[in-house]
């Protein structure tokens, strides 16, 4: 049952908010015209009476993770934090996967390694710029800056996961996996996912996740408590993202909402605030000093092993991280 009081209308308060900030003086926040257009290389949006939609891409497609992604994330996060006329946001990646891979297409199609990500001590001041900066930023924005209910979509494979996980809702579609790579890549988890992950699913099975590489699948991340519903594919997901949305502005206010948003964020707050500038420094300084390929093959090899693992998972086997890549097993209970 939805009840919903006998007050002015989210987009008429929305409106009023606008208005008052012109009247009082204060500098006006960006428009959602203006920064839907500046971040359109990396994000796809739309927006319906308060809802905000935006999708992660690289060309209309599945993200290469590198810089533009990197740097529009906290961009995104405080200029549409900022917007008064946002009242719930849903954030999700482009197409059946989330993320295609780490680097960049060239315009003839052949691959290339994302070189801002360098660790080449000639080029290590990237690691600030490029890394620090924009990552412990990323992580900050979406917790801090956004002051209104967020639901993440998780479609098909996702290694930074974090960027939908730290939502207040996160669905995912039936294909969705995941895998936790910085100790596999010689990385050490300290950019936000290793909160997010630990939280989550708990400290004893997020260490054995990162040590070993294990695939997480739909299944497993909503029986771990990971995401909350799973839906059939992207366009499934983002329909229910949506419907979900128009249920949170019919149920409470808009003063209510986003206060209600602060309480539940408070506990990541908290794990933000002590943990990400502190654990992203470690993991810069490993990186400078032990080399930290982010050209890696192994989210190419994850992806094969991601494959077996969903397809033991269908016959009710199970396939545990092995050096020699594992066999289906019976899962004892």
Same mark, same amino acid.
């Given at each position: 049952?939805?009840?919903?009081?006998?007050?002015?209308? $989210?987009?008429?308060? &929305?409106?009023?908010?606008?208005?008052?900030?012109?009247?009082?003086?204060?500098?006006?926040?960006?428009?959602?015209?203006?920064?839907?257009?500046?971040?359109?290389?990396?994000?796809?949006?739309?927006?319906?009476?308060?809802?905000? !939609?935006?999708?992660?891409h690289t060309n209309g497609g599945p993200?290469?993770? *590198? +810089?533009?992604?990197?740097?529009?994330?906290?961009?995104?996060?405080?200029?549409?934090?900022? =917007?008064?006329?946002?009242?719930?946001?849903?954030?999700?990646?482009?197409?059946?996967?989330?993320?295609?891979?780490? *680097?960049?297409?060239?315009? $003839?199609?052949?691959?290339?390694?994302?070189?801002?990500?360098? &660790?080449?001590?000639?080029? &290590?001041?990237?690691?600030?710029?490029?890394?620090?900066? =924009?990552?412990t930023n990323d992580i900050e924005g979406?917790?801090?800056?956004?002051?209104?209910?967020?639901? *993440?979509?998780?479609?098909?494979?996702?290694?930074?996961?974090? %960027?939908? %996980?730290?939502? $207040?809702?996160?669905?995912?579609?039936?294909?969705? @996996?995941?895998?936790?790579?910085?100790?596999?890549?010689?990385?050490?988890?300290?950019? *936000?996912?290793?909160?997010?992950?630990?939280?989550?699913?708990?400290?004893?099975?997020?260490?054995?996740?990162? %040590?070993?590489?294990?695939?997480?699948? +739909?299944?497993? +991340? %909503?029986?771990?408590?990971?995401?909350? !519903?799973?839906?059939?594919?992207?366009?499934?997901?983002?329909?229910?993202? @949506?419907?979900?949305?128009?249920?949170?502005?019919?149920?409470?206010?808009?003063?209510?909402?986003?206060?209600?948003?602060?309480?539940?964020?408070?506990?990541?707050?908290? $794990?933000?605030?002590?943990?990400?500038?502190?654990?992203?420094?470690?993991?810069?300084?490993?990186?400078?000093?032990?080399?930290?390929?982010?050209?890696?093959?192994? @989210?190419?090899?994850?992806?094969?092993?991601?494959?077996?693992?969903?397809?033991?998972?269908?016959?009710?086997?199970?396939?545990?991280?092995?050096?020699?890549?594992?066999?289906?097993? =019976?899962?004892?209970?």
């Amino acid at each position: 049952m939805v009840i919903k009081a006998n007050y002015p209308s $989210d987009h008429e308060r &929305s409106k009023r908010t606008v208005e008052a900030e012109k009247f009082y003086g204060t500098v006006p926040h960006m428009p959602f015209e203006e920064y839907s257009e500046r971040l359109k290389h990396c994000f796809i949006m739309k927006r319906k009476n308060g809802i905000l !939609e935006a999708r992660l891409h690289t060309n209309g497609g599945p993200v290469q993770w *590198g +810089a533009p992604e990197h740097q529009g994330l906290h961009y995104f996060f405080n200029w549409a934090g900022r =917007d008064p006329e946002n009242e719930v946001i849903i954030f999700g990646g482009t197409g059946p996967d989330f993320f295609q891979g780490i *680097g960049k297409t060239a315009p $003839d199609g052949t691959w290339q390694p994302a070189t801002e990500f360098t &660790s080449h001590p000639d080029e &290590s001041w990237k690691m600030y710029d490029f890394q620090y900066y =924009d990552g412990t930023n990323d992580i900050e924005g979406q917790i801090f800056d956004i002051e209104v209910p967020t639901i *993440g979509v998780w479609c098909g494979a996702s290694f930074h996961s974090d %960027l939908v %996980l730290f939502n $207040d809702i996160t669905l995912c579609t039936e294909d969705a @996996w995941t895998t936790e790579m910085h100790f596999r890549t010689n990385m050490v988890p300290g950019d *936000g996912v290793q909160i997010a992950w630990r939280e989550l699913m708990g400290r004893k099975r997020y260490a054995y996740a990162e %040590l070993t590489g294990e695939i997480i699948t +739909a299944r497993k +991340a %909503l029986a771990l408590g990971m995401v909350n !519903e799973i839906c059939a594919d992207t366009d499934a997901a983002y329909g229910r993202a @949506w419907e979900i949305a128009e249920l949170i502005m019919r149920t409470g206010t808009r003063t209510t909402r986003r206060i209600t948003t602060q309480i539940l964020r408070q506990k990541w707050k908290e $794990d933000i605030a002590k943990e990400l500038r502190n654990a992203f420094s470690t993991e810069m300084f490993v990186t400078a000093t032990e080399h930290s390929p982010h050209e890696a093959d192994y @989210w190419q090899r994850a992806k094969d092993e991601a494959a077996l693992v969903m397809a033991a998972e269908k016959k009710g086997k199970v396939i545990r991280p092995r050096i020699d890549g594992g066999q289906e097993e =019976d899962e004892i209970k």
